[in-house]
């Protein structure tokens, strides 16, 4: 490349990047109210509810999720209700509609930190590979549509994306000149990102791959590298931050090894190879980015790692690393892996990005003149990420939507009188309306039999079909259907799903009722609910 790209004035980049992340935030805090007060989004119940619980206990008697986010809610929740004149007692302060304001006000902290990394992504980049590349790498982020979607709930991974970017930061320091402080402060964010979300822990890699190109940088020998303190200081951070974050991981390891032994029976459960996702690179490639990120914004990321190799720049070995350690965690074995946990690679890989993207603008430019070349990259540009933003845009529209178990609770409590014997085909499940306390729930499985014998003692049934989600919203089937219908009176139908449109795509793995494209073939959140009203005998017309 033999053009220089020009500089852009300071003041002009903070403009760009001030806007960058107030449309990141208003991405990320539109439709933060989605179901409430039920409570519809999956794992959310492991973070609130526990942050309001240590009001009496601060262990969270929870390993599965470490403790560093729950304890920024609670201390958020309780900050809050100081300000507020709410009183101390957090269980008054937010007890109403069912704890809605807890989890709303724990969905916004997400949504801040969400939005948050955006320009901190730009500060990681723009020492090291300049403001153009920096502002193409925000502008990825900024409109990636499985952070946004993932910054809406009160969930770890967004948030430790969070602390994350800032451990890149970080990383890309010690590349340019190694500073203690830099080590210190590479893992003190690299602590706090395992103690929010484990996974996030793999940054350590790149911090070691970053020192170890430091050294090389200056002459030294890998020996003379393994024995600079530096790199020590940043793992003894690293673990001290951890361990303070998350104390109860030592002080409760009972409950540490017992989770952690149900951790990997659940994420090897499809070693069949039945998982309903797929597993390996087959997953990853041609079901998890597409779906999380777009076909346009996963091909321009893949074809940035194999390009940084041919034109590496410092940093960048150091990137690949963590990228490919994230990589190998989602693709080793038969694990059952979500969508989400996408957000950790999206943090280096936009970086990356913005690589390419300014090898390419110099291209153009060398080709066209700076200026026409700067025009045909912005308009490039709002192509690559225009589908992203618009379905950010049909999300926050999707969310905007009242959920069909929502409906069906409502509609339950109109017609139905409290204490009344119901019956849940299926159990108490994910796809079910949320009416904890207010009847008389019998549990059956998917077999006619047992539902032949429950419905004898009800007076009600209700049903969740989700076919996309048939994980944790199984299919009612023919004979349940025509049982029930010679028995009770079908009252009640919701099927969100229109027929004859393109299918939906959803993590079949992730009980969250929200589909990642084809938002118009499906009408609102949720599975398809039926009840049926039973006859008081078999001979009964009403």
């Given at each position: 490349?033999?053009?220089?790209?020009?500089?852009?004035?300071?003041?002009?980049?903070?403009?760009?990047?001030?806007?960058?992340?107030?449309?990141?935030?208003?991405?990320?805090?539109?439709?933060?109210?989605?179901?409430?007060?039920?409570?519809l989004?999956?794992?959310?119940?492991?973070?609130?509810?526990?942050?309001?619980?240590?009001?009496?206990?601060?262990?969270?008697?929870?390993?599965?999720?470490?403790?560093?986010?729950?304890?920024?809610?609670?201390?958020?929740?309780?900050?809050?209700?100081?300000?507020?004149?709410?009183?101390?007692?957090?269980?008054?302060?937010?007890?109403?509609?069912?704890?809605?304001?807890?989890?709303?006000?724990?969905?916004?902290?997400?949504?801040?930190?969400?939005?948050?990394?955006?320009?901190?992504?730009?500060?990681?980049?723009?020492?090291?590979?300049?403001?153009?590349?920096?502002?193409?790498?925000?502008?990825?982020?900024?409109?990636?549509?499985?952070?946004?979607?993932?910054?809406?709930?009160?969930?770890?991974?967004?948030?430790?994306?969070?602390?994350?970017?800032?451990?890149?930061?970080?990383?890309?320091?010690?590349?340019?000149?190694?500073?203690?402080?830099?080590?210190?402060?590479?893992?003190?964010?690299?602590?706090?990102?395992?103690?929010?979300?484990?996974?996030?822990?793999?940054?350590?890699?790149?911090?070691?791959?970053?020192?170890?190109?430091?050294?090389?940088?200056?002459?030294?020998?890998?020996?003379?590298?393994l024995?600079?303190?530096?790199i020590?200081?940043?793992?003894?951070?690293?673990?001290?931050?951890?361990?303070?974050?998350?104390?109860?991981?030592?002080?409760?390891?009972?409950?540490?090894?017992?989770?952690?032994?149900?951790?990997?029976?659940?994420?090897?459960?499809?070693?069949?190879?039945?998982?309903?996702?797929?597993?390996g690179?087959?997953?990853?490639?041609?079901?998890?980015?597409?779906?999380?990120?777009?076909?346009?914004?996963?091909?321009?990321?893949?074809?940035?790692?194999?390009?940084?190799?041919?034109?590496?720049?410092?940093?960048?070995?150091?990137?690949?690393?963590?990228?490919?350690?994230?990589?190998?965690?989602?693709?080793?074995?038969?694990?059952?892996?979500?969508?989400?946990?996408?957000?950790?690679?999206?943090?280096?890989?936009?970086?990356?990005?913005?690589?390419?993207?300014i090898?390419?603008?110099?291209?153009?430019?060398?080709?066209?003149?700076?200026?026409?070349?700067?025009?045909?990259?912005?308009?490039?540009?709002?192509?690559?990420?225009?589908?992203?933003?618009?379905?950010?845009?049909?999300?926050?529209?999707?969310?905007?939507?009242?959920?069909?178990?929502?409906?069906?609770?409502?509609?339950?409590?109109?017609?139905?009188?409290?204490?009344?014997?119901?019956?849940?085909?299926?159990?108490?499940?994910?796809?079910?309306?949320?009416?904890?306390?207010?009847y008389?729930?019998?549990?059956?499985?998917?077999?006619?039999?047992?539902?032949?014998?429950?419905?004898?003692?009800?007076?009600?049934v209700?049903?969740?079909?989700?076919?996309?989600?048939?994980l944790w919203?199984?299919?009612?089937?023919?004979?349940?259907?025509?049982?029930?219908?010679?028995?009770?009176?079908?009252?009640?139908?919701?099927?969100?799903?229109?027929?004859?449109?393109?299918?939906?795509?959803?993590?079949?793995?992730?009980?969250?009722?929200?589909?990642?494209?084809h938002?118009?073939?499906?009408?609102?959140?949720?599975?398809?609910?039926?009840?049926?009203?039973?006859?008081?005998?078999?001979?009964?017309?009403?």
């Open positions: 490349m033999t053009v220089r790209l020009p500089n852009i004035d300071w003041r002009l980049r903070v403009a760009l990047v001030a806007a960058l992340t107030v449309l990141a935030a208003w991405l990320r805090f539109s439709a933060t109210d989605f179901g409430l007060p039920d409570q989004r999956p794992d959310e119940e492991m973070t609130v509810p526990t942050a309001l619980g240590f009001e009496n206990d601060w262990n969270p008697h929870l390993a599965i999720y470490p403790a560093a986010q729950t304890y920024l809610i609670h201390g958020v929740l309780r900050s809050y209700a100081m300000l507020t004149g709410a009183g101390r007692d957090l269980h008054v302060a937010y007890g109403s509609d069912n704890n809605a304001p807890a989890f709303l006000l724990a969905r916004r902290l997400s949504a801040a930190m969400g939005a948050a990394t955006v320009p901190i992504i730009y500060l990681a980049a723009a020492p090291v590979y300049g403001p153009t590349a920096a502002l193409v790498s925000s502008a990825i982020l900024t409109v990636a549509y499985i952070h946004v979607r993932e910054s809406k709930f009160a969930k770890v991974e967004v948030p430790a994306g969070f602390w994350l970017a800032l451990s890149i930061l970080s990383m890309l320091r010690i590349v340019q000149g190694g500073r203690s402080i830099d080590y210190a402060l590479a893992g003190v964010f690299c602590g706090l990102a395992a103690a929010t979300h484990y996974t996030s822990g793999t940054i350590s890699v790149g911090i070691l791959v970053a020192h170890l190109e430091m050294r090389h940088r200056e002459a030294r020998s890998l020996i003379g590298s024995v600079d303190p530096r020590y200081l940043a793992g003894l951070a690293s673990i001290l931050t951890f361990l303070c974050a998350d104390p109860y991981f030592v002080l409760d390891w009972t409950r540490t090894v017992h989770d952690y032994a149900f951790l990997n029976v659940t994420y090897q459960m499809w070693n069949g190879g039945s998982t309903p996702a797929g597993f690179w087959p997953w990853l490639l041609f079901r998890a980015m597409p779906a999380a990120l777009g076909i346009e914004l996963e091909i321009f990321l893949l074809a940035a790692l194999p390009w940084v190799l041919f034109r590496p720049r410092p940093g960048t070995l150091a990137l690949l690393a963590f990228i490919a350690a994230c990589f190998l965690s989602l693709t080793s074995g038969h694990p059952q892996l979500e969508f989400r946990y996408l957000v950790n690679p999206l943090l280096a890989m936009s970086i990356l990005a913005g690589l390419l993207a090898d390419l603008i110099a291209l153009i430019c060398s080709w066209l003149g700076v200026r026409s070349g700067y025009a045909v990259a912005a308009l490039a540009g709002i192509i690559l990420l225009a589908p992203s933003a618009f379905r950010d845009l049909q999300l926050n529209q999707f969310l905007r939507r009242k959920d069909t178990r929502t409906i069906a609770r409502k509609w339950m409590l109109a017609h139905i009188p409290p204490s009344t014997a119901v019956v849940l085909i299926g159990g108490e499940n994910y796809g079910k309306p949320k009416i904890p306390g207010q008389q729930l019998v549990s059956v499985d998917g077999g006619t039999l047992s539902l032949g014998k429950a419905i004898d003692q009800a007076k009600w209700v049903s969740d079909s989700f076919p996309p989600l048939s919203s199984g299919t009612t089937t023919d004979a349940q259907i025509d049982l029930l219908n010679a028995r009770g009176t079908l009252e009640f139908d919701l099927d969100p799903i229109k027929a004859g449109a393109p299918e939906p795509v959803f993590d079949p793995n992730d009980a969250f009722f929200v589909p990642f494209n938002f118009t073939s499906v009408t609102r959140p949720g599975p398809r609910i039926r009840i049926w009203k039973l006859k008081k005998n078999p001979g009964d017309v009403n």
